[in-house]
């Protein structure tokens, strides 16, 4: 009998949303963990332990991979990732509005949560972030004057001194948080990996993994703007590949 | 008690509806909400007017056969509760209500709060069922069957097909009701053999009808009046997964023919 | 009128047996040839479609609901006899044959019994089959519990609601025949005539409920599934929309009509809350077990019932029948009731109903034993009622809830047209003048799994296929006479709304014809009857046209078939002059109020044939015969 194929029914397309987000949490896990280690002071030759960060994701993978390669590489997945959940979940969004073409007079909601009554705006908002966000932090194209290529510590300090980013940074980080926490509940329970008996404690990781994320990426524009941070070193005084020649 | 209802009326599928209102007196607290309809139509009726049309067939919340969709909730305010075991003392005197019918591209009003719900008939005809003919058939005791998983069957199989998960989901979407059927047969023994093409066909047909997706809101098990939990809904992905990641289940085509 | 049961011949054990040996049979490539209509898609339509599609007769299925799943089968709630013996109990198809003849106080036909207990095993396998998840036990086994009024474990369940699961699995079964397209589906049509031409039955012509169109179909053979009559009485435990049209309309055509007399009433229901109820729930029975039934000892009590002094509570069950008490069978519990609130004791706004009080139960047992026992029931009631049994009497008062009387069938389930079946509690079954309990379902599966799709080759195998096709003249008539009623019932302009009418013939009914009878009301219904019928005719107010969805239209229709069939029923109820099961005529009584039949006179059938408009019916009898088991008074007192 023939089959419509797995991307074609609505839950193959659920499949393909949760898979790519999960792709998406576990990149945002590992990007917090690099951002938090903003905190961790220099290390002894002076440079900013998250530069060093930095250079070590430009630079893994070698020798099998040239500089900078393997990191493209991981930024090709996290593109399809992103590309692939945005397109599927419109192409939902355009299926389900079809699927009610006549509106309520009068609705009422009883168990969805804000978090999953709003993905849809949470998420476009977070796409605008992610694009403001490239062109602010990893191109520098958005305020190129405060902008050093590869210089993260400095980059970061000097972005969040200034308070408009600070907030927009954080506007962003509720958003993201209001996302994750529909998000990753629910996709336990697209791909099927709910159960009766585990179910709360699925809630109950959605919630502590959506608030680690969220104090974790907040912290870094509010430690900086409130905090009590040293100032970047000047690239001239660093060894070579952190500054100096 | 008195109330002020707001009811969509539509003369036929082909039509276009509008809400109307109309004042009712006299109605008493323990009148159902479908008594309270019939007493409005006795009313309509006996002034020549045309009755609100509205479906209701046992009136003991079985048959799946009674919607509305009262003041923005599927099956009115009361939990696990169809519209016909509601009853009018939930509502403050004087208020006002609202009525429409079941709200879906695959759902089309028939008449007023009457739809078209055979989109549901055609998912189960799609693999709903385990291919058995009339006769003599092995002595059931012969394979056991888990009594925790013959209650979860159960707690599956006892869908009424009224369509309020599809009404009150945001996409409406019928994944609950899907899932609820797949999960009755997909835990027994007995549905096994065509487990796989099942899953495949019904999620397919689902789809054909013009359902929407499933995005975890849970409006659906909220509404439901049998209370079928969402966890059915992991299930049906998880079958579905299943199904797709092996498509030739030769035991079970062999079986469907 | 031609009431030859053809009952085969040999020891009773071996009937059905030597009969399917015997049969004639339609071969696999002829019976695709062979077209088949279903009226009703319950538990006997739905497993009687499917299992003959699946054979390969081409099978259109009508039902007027939205989907075959939702006829009220579904409702049934307590379970499914079969002599599996599974609980080592003692139980056997001669148990089951004998509980089932002597609770129908013997007045079925012996060998459709015999043959209902034997194929009763053979349902729960099939269902089984079909994915129904019945409850087991911890070991996997079926679970099996017990049942009114019987000595062994028998009955198969799935909780409360072993009719929907039932249901599901003939639905799914059918879902199946009409996915592979064995079974042609058209839901939301009703039976409006059948079509009889040279004496046998060649088809239906049907209304579609949304649009209005009558369209004709023709067949080989048409088999009505179309459920029982109890909505005669307005308020019953049926669905709203359950009628007798599809019967009575087969009665007009020349079907006999079997004891539409016998009606079943379950004494534990919610009362009527007043006169916008529009229909009657049922409570388990197993509530009498711990409660105790009670009525205000002086007419217009005022006080709230507990505030009422232990002197002051008439017990009237456990005082006139101290050995049984709260138990006594179902007919004693619900005349009883009546008896009180006609003596003007009734409780309630309705005055129609008595005190089932678990006051003493809690004190004695605890509140969470009876919470366990009855919790859901409990608040099942208060949902309805709005009060808690935990801290007032329960109200209750019986009401309809089956009709063992039908079409006539003989022991092919063919009724005296022929090629016209009649399956489940259209026909007048083998339950005599009583059901027992989680029978109905075994009979309606029997009927619709096993027997008709046997039984069917025998007559469809003696005729050519297609002999006649929807295009003949019979049809043209049959649909200008739907035509010409529906615009009757348009046209008639008056003010009275069909519920209005219905609510006052159920009102005749049930005071005259109900739970318990007599000469005189029967005889006074008579008269009333006729009465209600031509204020019916002159007074109906009937909006809208035919050519739309009219609910007050359908409603109409099946009501003017209630209002000629009410006063069959009451004729036979008047012709049977004696008690036997659920037809108590209180002119025949035990010492003890129990019913007394009259075997001499009585023990047969009573078959009415229509005699056209306006005309009185004619009845026939088909003698019953007692062989495997004589008759006995019945007796549950000692």
């Known amino acids: 009998m023939s089959r419509t194929h797995f991307y074609g029914t609505l839950v193959g397309k659920k499949v393909v949303v949760a898979v790519s987000g999960v792709i998406l949490f576990g990149f945002l896990l590992g990007h917090m963990t690099g951002n938090i280690k903003v905190f961790l002071g220099d290390e002894a030759n002076g440079v900013p332990k998250i530069d060093v960060y930095g250079y070590f994701l430009r630079t893994m993978g070698e020798p099998i991979f040239s500089y900078g390669q393997m990191l493209w590489i991981v930024r090709i997945v996290l593109i399809t990732a992103l590309l692939a959940h945005v397109v599927t979940v419109i192409l939902l969004a355009v299926h389900n509005r079809n699927a009610r073409p006549v509106r309520y007079a009068q609705t009422k909601r009883i168990a969805a949560t804000p978090s999953a009554r709003f993905m849809m705006w949470s998420g476009l908002f977070i796409l605008a972030f992610v694009i403001f966000h490239i062109l602010h932090l990893t191109t520098g194209s958005l305020d190129p004057k405060h902008f050093v290529q590869d210089r993260v510590y400095g980059n970061l300090y000097r972005a969040f001194h200034n308070g408009g980013f600070v907030v927009i940074y954080v506007t962003a980080m509720v958003f993201l948080a209001l996302h994750l926490y529909h998000g990753i509940w629910s996709l336990f329970q697209t791909l099927g990996l709910d159960n009766p008996d585990r179910n709360k404690r699925l809630r109950m990781f959605a919630a502590l993994a959506t608030l680690a994320l969220l104090l974790g990426f907040a912290s870094v524009p509010l430690g900086m703007f409130l905090g009590d941070m040293p100032e970047p070193p000047n690239p001239a005084n660093l060894p070579p590949p952190y500054g100096g020649r | 008690m008195k109330f002020r209802l707001n009811v969509w009326r539509q003369g036929s599928e082909q039509e276009k509806g509008s809400m109307q209102s109309c004042e009712l007196d006299e109605v008493s607290s323990d009148m159902s909400f479908l008594e309270m309809l019939d007493y409005l139509n006795e009313t309509l009726i006996s002034k020549g007017e045309e009755p609100i049309a509205f479906d209701s067939d046992c009136r003991e919340g079985v048959c799946g056969m009674c919607s509305l969709v009262i003041n923005g909730q599927a099956h009115g305010p009361m939990k696990a509760t169809t519209t016909c075991q509601t009853y009018m003392r939930l509502f403050p005197d004087g208020s006002e209500i609202t009525i429409e019918p079941w709200r879906a591209g695959a759902f089309p009003v028939l008449r007023d709060l009457i739809v078209n719900r055979s989109s549901f008939d055609r998912i189960m005809q799609a693999g709903g069922y385990i291919t058995v003919h009339s006769g003599p058939k092995p002595e059931p005791n012969s394979v056991p069957i888990n009594q925790q998983v013959a209650e979860e069957s159960l707690d599956a199989a006892v869908c009424i097909g009224c369509g309020a998960c599809v009404a009150a989901c945001p996409n409406g979407s019928a994944m609950l009701y899907t899932a609820a059927k797949v999960s009755h047969f997909a835990l027994l023994p007995q549905g096994q053999a065509e487990r796989t093409d099942r899953a495949l066909a019904m999620v397919d047909q689902m789809q054909t009808e013009g359902f929407g997706s499933c995005r975890n809101y849970a409006e659906c098990e909220a509404a439901c009046p049998k209370a079928i939990s969402i966890n059915f809904i992991g299930q049906l992905n998880r079958e579905y997964i299943r199904a797709t990641a092996k498509p030739c289940n030769a035991r079970g085509q062999m079986h469907a023919q | 009128m031609n009431l030859d049961p053809r009952i085969p011949d040999g020891p009773i054990e071996d009937k059905w047996e030597n009969h399917v040996n015997h049969i004639r049979l339609v071969g696999p490539r002829n019976r695709p040839h062979y077209r088949v209509i279903v009226v009703g898609t319950g538990l006997a339509g739905a497993s009687a479609a499917s299992s003959m599609a699946a054979m390969g007769y081409k099978v259109d299925a009508f039902c007027f609901q939205d989907s075959p799943r939702r006829a009220h089968s579904i409702a049934a709630q307590g379970g499914i006899n079969a002599s599996k013996n599974y609980r080592n109990d003692g139980d056997s198809t001669y148990r089951l044959f004998y509980d089932t003849q002597k609770g129908g106080d013997y007045r079925s036909r012996e060998a459709n019994v015999w043959r209902l207990a034997q194929l009763s ?232 109903g008595v005190f089932l009080d678990f006051r003493d139960a809690i004190k004695e047992r605890g509140h969470d034993v009876i919470e366990a026992r009855y919790g859901n029931l409990f608040e099942m009631y208060k949902r309805i009622t709005d009060e808690s049994p935990f801290e007032t009497p329960m109200r209750i008062y019986p009401a309809p809830h089956y009709t063992m009387g039908g079409l006539w069938v003989d022991y092919d389930l063919m009724t005296t047209i022929p090629g016209l079946f009649a399956v489940g509690e259209a026909n007048f079954s083998d339950h005599g003048a009583n059901r027992l309990g989680a029978s109905s379902m075994m009979q309606c599966l029997a009927d619709g799994y096993f027997i008709i799709p046997s039984t069917i080759g025998n007559y469809l195998s003696s005729h050519p296929y297609g002999e006649i096709q929807a295009d003949h003249s019979a049809f043209r008539e049959a649909e200008a006479g739907v035509h010409a009623l529906t615009d009757k019932l348009l046209s008639i302009g008056g003010k009275t709304s069909p519920a209005a009418i219905h609510r006052e013939l159920g009102h005749l009914m049930e005071t005259k014809c109900g739970i318990a009878r007599n000469k005189q009301d029967l005889e006074s219904a008579l008269k009333e009857i006729p009465l209600l019928r031509e204020r019916f005719w002159n007074d109906l107010a009937v909006p809208g046209t035919g050519a739309q969805l009219n609910q007050a239209l359908e409603h109409a229709g099946r009501l003017a078939d209630f209002l000629e069939f009410a006063e069959l029923m009451v004729l036979d109820a008047l012709t049977r002059d004696e008690s036997c099961g659920c037809h108590f005529r209180t002119e025949h009584q035990t010492e003890e109020g129990e019913a007394l039949r009259n075997d001499d006179k009585f023990a047969h059938v009573s078959v009415w044939e229509h005699k056209g408009t306006d005309q009185k019916p004619e009845m026939h009898t088909e003698p019953l015969e007692f062989e495997a088991l004589p008759l006995a008074q019945r007796n549950y007192k000692t």
């Open chain 3, 121 to 352: 095993t053979q349902i729960i396998d099939q269902a089984v089959a079909q994915g129904v998840p019945f409850a087991r036990e911890y070991g996997g086994m079926l679970a099996n519990r017990s049942f009114g009024g019987v000595l062994v474990e028998r009955t198969f369940y799935c909780r409360g609601e072993t009719g929907q699961q039932l249901l599901l699995g003939a639905c799914s079964a059918l879902a199946q025949q009409i996915h592979v397209g064995g079974v042609k589906m058209h839901t939301r049509s009703e039976l409006m005539d059948i079509v009889v031409v040279d004496g046998r039955a060649r088809g239906i012509v049907v209304r579609d409920l949304i649009t209005g169109e009558v369209t004709s179909h023709a067949a080989d053979a048409v088999v009505l599934a179309t459920g029982g009559y109890s909505n005669v009485f307005n308020l019953s435990t049926n669905a709203k929309n359950c009628n007798v049209t599809a019967t009575w309309r087969a009665y007009r055509r020349g079907a006999g009509f079997a004891n539409p007399c016998y009606n079943q009433i379950h004494p534990t229901c919610i009362p009527a809350a007043g006169e916008h109820q529009s229909k009657l729930t049922l409570m388990s029975e197993s509530l009498r077990n711990d409660g105790r039934i009670w009525v205000p000892r002086k007419k217009g009590e005022q006080r709230r019932p507990t505030d009422i002094p232990e002197e002051d509570r008439f017990y009237y069950l456990e005082e006139r029948y101290p050995r049984f008490g709260n138990l006594v069978p179902r007919d004693v519990a619900s005349r009883n009731a009546k008896e009180v609130c006609d003596e003007g004791l009734g409780v309630g706004p309705t005055g129609r």
